[in-house]
């Protein structure tokens, strides 16, 4: 059973929990700068990355991959903010256009590919396969002291650690100028903080988070975890860190009874086929919104808004 | 308290803010047209004018949140750009997000962030110099509280504090006593004139005219362009009015203002 | 080439030609609906409405199986499509009028579970047995292909509601877009036609799916709205013009499509739009990149140009090389002071600066647009205006003489 456990969910429940912080964290910015929506944007256009990336490698592997879509994030990005200032036209929109407009694009290109020979689909991309990245070689918990087992945990694991690391350090070390930009960008450019770097730190911070994540939870079901965790975390408290710090705490709910809910649940219900892990975990992570958007402690705005 | 009602004569000399020729355009329209400005040291300056005149404009080109088309500004006879850290800027109370997660003493730390650098711990002297600043502005009980549950006086004061916690040599206000009550006002202006008593320069973007005369010793007025500028004695004048605020102004209130005994004796 | 043809003068064949008439007709619903969301600024509202659609598919689905249908049904998947995204659009009202949160947090939260819930519900289906041929992804991306010839007709007969929905609600929804204060001042209940236009982006985007797909009708609502705004100021315009847009990209998008089957009719509809908004977004005459970066220049080049030629009369010195160079090649100004033809243009300047001062003292009344020279004088005051101007000025009357010429 432990066995069992360790093989087939430690590693999916590890990843999740990992991908959910890393997105989770710099939501919190992203929320209180209104700018929830980057996340959704850099989700969508990581097909069309993956996609170039193929075309241009002509291999199914995941680092190209990964670059494919981190570029692709960073063109979208750049695309965004060059709309917006030279179209005069608001975020929004400006988001709207380029990330269906890039998916557009990467689509049409896929169907021109012959598909029938490279197992590159939409669906892979939008969902993820959480449920497959297993570690058949765990013989219990003393496999997690034997280095040679270790060595044939799924890289998506050693990939999402890092960047989950990266991601917190990163957190910890900008704390103020992140906090200062995002409470204040004006006063924070006269006390010398560049504020145009900083904000153009936390979209690439966005979008790595996405790009990571992606691979194993699906492009998707990012927006829920860069949202629901710290909106949900928002109305708990009214201080940034304890926020924080809710925000990662709701991530790790999510993932844990995601996927829990999602392999075992049909179980219970007679049925033998497990749900989609990733989208259960985007669901748990609504739950604990829903739940607070009712009963958490600070649900209500306590001064006024800008605009 | 005392420097309230016995100001020292300062007689203004060399500008410690100089502005030649400052353009800023919103796309085809113009905010500010080659405004100059010699705003003297150790004094309190208004920046008056109409509603869209380019008065805030005018600060955030200052400081450069705002991009100019032309035009050089100095800081005691050097380049701004080097030298920001001499400027401390109060911004509008609603340019931010009240319900932001933050107290008011964090607010008030803020100013401190260029002096404790990234990762420097704030020890008690930083502590102790944000509420001294948050004590000056008559707020050191509210240290605690969450901002969003302040007074809108109660909010300015906190951001004039979180910039005298700066220590700079300018200070820059946009509209300090806009929607504010008498009691804030009243702190205000004793702090910014105890500023002025230890020679800084304080520069405020101010809309009510009655109390121009009271509160300040030099003014720019401006309505895209310069209308006049110099001591108020000087330049606070009827005609001078006129043209800044033009039709806007009525003639009895502009008489109110130039009563034979001012307000401020009462 | 020939199907090219054909299809593009409805000839390709009677499905063909029914798809292409309700990519038409979408694409005029998704434009000008989209408008008054751009409008609004809540463009993105759309993105959540799409993605809500999902687990309304797979719970149709399931219930159709369930009563003993075989799940397809185009109306009964659109109908619980609906169901389901009309619920997400609550939660986005909700959410913003409940908590502190804003509406962009609600936007992506209910964007993100409800897709979460559509993958769930997708993947149940797959293991039921009815399930494997279900083709509900389908709806992700859109696909003609294997579109029959009940459900052109659905899209087609429901792209015409829609548009005739929008037709009897533009006036309300206008006023509410173009001031939302004045339309409160006007008695306008603001919620209600906010729900009004949400329900016809819901319309649109539930006929849409099955043509372009849940992702990219978002496109179809967003970028020819977008693209509209570069070419008129005025919201009766800019809704006309993105229908057309719209309506255009459809036609293009839906006749490439038939004629070379490797290209999904979906994307390149919306790549068709998006080509649409690059021409616009450089070339449109008022607000394109192109024209505002030339008005730009002239602006800088007026502002340093008058600003200089007035510092070297004063006897000081240019502080700014972008000054020295513009005037220098201007032919403005050499080694030794100005010019004849910079003497020439800052005495107009000079002349200029006075007219405006006497302007407005002998005309306080007049609405002159002083905007320094962007509008010459001429063109503000009447020839006998400007005499009686200059006679003012030339007399003892007149005292706030700036500047000697």
């Not at chain 1, 209180?32 to 996609?51: E, M, N, T």
């Not at chain 1, 689909?121 to 087992?149: P, R, T, Y």
């Not at chain 3, 008022?286 to 030629?309: A, E, M, P």
């Amino acid at each position: 059973m432990i066995t069992e456990f360790i093989q087939f969910s430690l590693t999916p429940i590890l990843i999740g929990i990992l991908a959910g912080i890393s997105c989770a964290v710099p939501g919190n910015f992203l929320i209180l700068k209104r700018q929830a929506l980057i996340g959704d944007a850099i989700s969508h256009v990581v097909l069309p990355g993956i996609v170039i990336a193929f075309i241009f490698t002509g291999v199914i592997s995941t680092i190209p991959m990964l670059l494919g879509a981190a570029g692709a994030a960073l063109v979208a990005v750049i695309l965004i903010e060059v709309i917006k200032r030279l179209g005069k036209i608001e975020p929004g929109a400006a988001m709207g256009v380029v990330f269906t407009g890039m998916f557009a694009l990467g689509v049409l290109i896929l169907e021109q590919t012959d598909t029938s020979k490279v197992h590159l689909d939409v669906e892979h991309a939008l969902m993820g396969n959480l449920e497959s990245l297993i570690w058949l070689k765990a013989q219990g918990w003393q496999s997690l002291f034997d280095l040679d087992v270790l060595k044939t945990l799924p890289d998506e694991l050693f990939r999402i650690i890092f960047v989950c690391g990266f991601i917190l350090s990163l957190t910890v070390i900008f704390w103020r100028w992140l906090k200062i930009v995002t409470f204040d960008e004006e006063y924070a450019r006269t006390i010398g903080i560049h504020s145009s770097i900083i904000n153009f730190s936390l979209v690439i911070i966005t979008a790595i988070a996405a790009v990571a994540a992606f691979e194993s939870v699906g492009s998707i079901i990012v927006i829920a975890m860069f949202i629901c965790p710290p909106a949900a975390a928002r109305l708990m408290t009214n201080k940034l860190g304890i926020q924080v710090i809710w925000s990662i705490v709701f991530a790790i709910l999510a993932a844990i009874f995601g996927y829990i809910i999602a392999g075992y649940g049909p179980l219970w219900f007679g049925s033998e086929n497990s749900v989609s892990a990733a989208g259960m975990i985007a669901v748990v992570s609504g739950i604990i919104l829903l739940l607070t958007c009712m009963y958490g402690p600070c649900r209500e705005s306590v001064g006024q808004t800008k605009d | 308290m005392s420097n309230t009602t016995n100001t020292p004569e300062i007689i203004p000399s060399g500008p410690a803010l100089k502005i030649d020729g400052l353009t800023v355009s919103y796309g085809d329209k113009t905010a500010i047209f080659a405004v100059d400005a010699n705003f003297p040291i150790a004094s309190m300056s208004a920046i008056i004018g109409p509603n869209g005149a380019g008065k805030s404009t005018l600060l955030k080109a200052v400081i450069g949140v705002q991009p100019k088309l032309s035009g050089q500004i100095h800081i005691f006879d050097n380049p701004i750009e080097n030298n920001l850290k001499k400027i401390a800027y109060v911004p509008q109370r609603v340019s931010v997000d009240w319900d932001f997660p933050t107290n008011v003493i964090d607010v008030v730390q803020m100013g401190l962030y260029r002096q404790v650098g990234l990762l420097g711990r704030m020890k008690s002297k930083q502590v102790s110099i944000a509420m001294e600043c948050l004590d000056r502005v008559g707020m050191a009980d509210l240290w605690q509280k969450q901002i969003g549950q302040l007074s809108g006086g109660q909010q300015q004061r906190v951001f004039l504090a979180r910039a005298l916690a700066q220590d700079a040599e300018i200070y820059l206000l946009d509209e300090p006593f806009s929607g504010v009550d008498a009691v804030t006002e009243r702190a205000i202006i004793d702090v910014l004139k105890s500023l002025k008593s230890k020679n800084k320069s304080v520069i405020a973007v101010h809309h009510d005219l009655a109390t121009v005369r009271d509160y300040f010793d030099y003014v720019l007025m401006i309505n895209i362009k310069n209308i006049a500028e110099g001591l108020i004695n000087d330049t606070f004048t009827n005609e001078n009015l006129q043209s800044t605020y033009g039709g806007k102004l009525e003639l009895t209130h502009a008489e109110q203002l130039f009563a034979p005994k001012d307000r401020a004796t009462k | 080439m020939n199907t090219f043809v054909q299809a593009m003068l409805f000839q390709a064949g009677y499905n063909v030609a029914l798809v292409t008439v309700g990519a038409i007709l979408l694409g005029i619903a998704s434009g000008s609906a989209g408008t008054f969301l751009f409008l609004r600024k809540r463009a993105l509202v759309s993105d959540a409405i799409a993605h809500a659609t999902l687990p309304g598919v797979g719970v149709a689905f399931i219930i159709m199986v369930w009563l003993g249908g075989d799940g397809r049904s185009l109306l009964g998947l659109l109908f619980g499509s609906a169901i389901t995204a009309l619920i997400g659009l609550f939660i986005i009202e909700w959410i913003p009028r409940r908590t502190r949160l804003p509406e962009d947090a609600a936007i992506g939260s209910v964007l993100g579970v409800f897709f979460g819930a559509g993958i769930v519900l997708l993947t149940v289906i797959q293991t039921m047995s009815s399930g494997r041929q279900a083709g509900l992804e389908s709806f992700l991306l859109g696909s003609t292909a294997g579109m029959l010839f009940q459900d052109a007709v659905v899209i087609t007969i429901g792209g015409f509601l829609s548009i005739l929905g929008i037709w009897i609600a533009r006036r309300p929804l206008t006023i509410v877009a173009f001031d939302k204060d004045y339309a409160i001042s006007m008695g306008y209940d603001i919620r209600k036609i906010d729900l009004l236009m949400m329900g016809l982006v819901l319309g649109v985007t539930v006929i849409g799916m099955k043509l372009v797909g849940l992702i990219l009708i978002v496109a179809m609502l967003i970028i020819p709205a977008v693209t509209a705004r570069f070419w008129s100021n005025r919201t009766d315009k800019v809704v006309v013009i993105a229908g057309i847009l719209g309506g255009l990209s459809g036609y293009i998008g839906a006749v490439l499509s038939a004629s070379a089957p490797s290209l999904p009719t979906g994307p390149i509809i919306v790549l068709i739009a998006i080509v649409l908004f690059v021409l616009s977004l450089f070339l449109a005459p008022n607000s394109g990149v192109f024209s505002t970066f030339i008005k730009h220049r002239k602006t800088k080049s007026y502002i340093h140009r008058r600003q200089g030629l007035l510092t070297i009369v004063k006897g000081k010195n240019i502080a700014s090389s972008f000054t020295r160079k513009l005037l220098a090649n201007e032919g403005l100004s050499g080694s030794d002071g100005l010019t004849d033809k910079g003497r020439k243009l800052v005495t107009k300047i000079l002349i200029d600066e006075n007219r405006w001062i006497a302007a407005k003292e002998i005309y306080p009344d007049k609405d002159m647009n002083i905007d320094y020279g962007f509008t010459p004088i001429e063109e503000t005051l009447t020839k006998e205006e400007l005499v009686k101007l200059d006679q003012y000025i030339k007399s003892h009357k007149f005292k706030s003489k700036t500047y000697d010429y």
